[in-house]
């Protein structure tokens, strides 16, 4: 079985780091990787620069308030290029704003979440995620 690669686009060191915690106890294989801003996560997408070797995710967990290039501008470069618009992107966002989640939908991501605030609910959103894009849903190859 290949792993899953997962690609964690977060400018918040915290939220970064609790979400790759959250990962790592899946009981499947899953390499996580992660970019801190929208310049860096098109770089690993496209494989260029200092990401030529990347593996091109299975999934990306995208936060939208990036320094460099924003969370939409990441989704709306990815929903054009032919070679990534299939890869599912989770939003993580601090922002539950109804305008903010529904533009997100109309730029095609799949699934929006607001960042629960405390520790334990923040662990079981995740675990939510994993549960249903790593045992539910097939997802694409690449």
């Known amino acids: 079985m290949q792993p899953i690669e997962i690609l964690v686009v977060e400018d918040n060191p915290g939220d970064a780091r609790l979400t790759a915690e959250a990962l790592r106890d899946a009981r499947i294989l899953n390499r996580i990787h992660a970019v801190d801003n929208g310049a860096d996560a098109l770089a690993f997408l496209r494989r260029e620069g200092k990401y030529a070797d990347a593996p091109r995710p299975t999934l990306v967990f995208l936060d939208l308030n990036l320094p ?40 095609q991501v799949s699934s929006y ?19 249903l894009w790593f045992h539910v849903v097939a997802l694409p190859t690449s």
Not at 86 to 98: A, F, K, L
Not at 113 to 131: G, H, T, W
């Open 68 to 107: 460099k290039v924003s969370g939409h501008q990441v989704l709306a470069a990815m929903k054009a290029d032919e070679h990534l618009r299939s890869i599912p992107v989770v939003v993580m966002s601090s922002s539950g704003n109804q305008a903010e989640v529904n533009r997100a939908y109309d730029e």
């Open 113 to 131: 979440i607001v960042k629960p605030l405390d520790l334990n609910q923040y662990f079981a959103a995740i675990r939510a995620v994993k549960e």
